[in-house]
């Protein structure tokens, strides 16, 4: 089932971003569970979760961003897609996009982004099979330094 995260979904998603970021520092001053409760609280935020018998196995996080541009229409910023890694080329990766590419679409959106640090050839297949181009744009990224 694709829905909306809740507070009690909080353990289980940090399990999939240790999958997905293995070399984050585990946080044990509750900062972590602060920014979590801060994306749950923020309208224009989404955290979405597949539930499969009520076992988290796939989470996507949705930025709405308010827009002066194309008739004051927000766009989409979609980060930390992970699907379990036992049960990856399952389908459940396309099941989470679509519902997560359908709230961009119903929160009024006029395009969706995403970026991944990914080298892997079936990462950015499985983008493109989702709907995302490559080629429309170009994407910086900067750090502090």
Known sequence: MFRTARPDDFAQIVHLYRQLNPDDPVLDDGSDAAAYQQILDSPALHLFVLDVDGVVVATTYLNVIPNLTRSASPYAVIENVVVD??????????????????????????????????RTPGTHAFYRACGFSPDAKTAYLARPS
């Open 85 to 118: 890694e036992s049960r990856r080329g399952t389908g459940l990766g396309r099941q989470i996009m679509a519902g997560t590419l359908q709230a961009a679409w119903d929160a009024g959106c006029y395009k969706a982004m995403l970026m991944t640090g990914s």
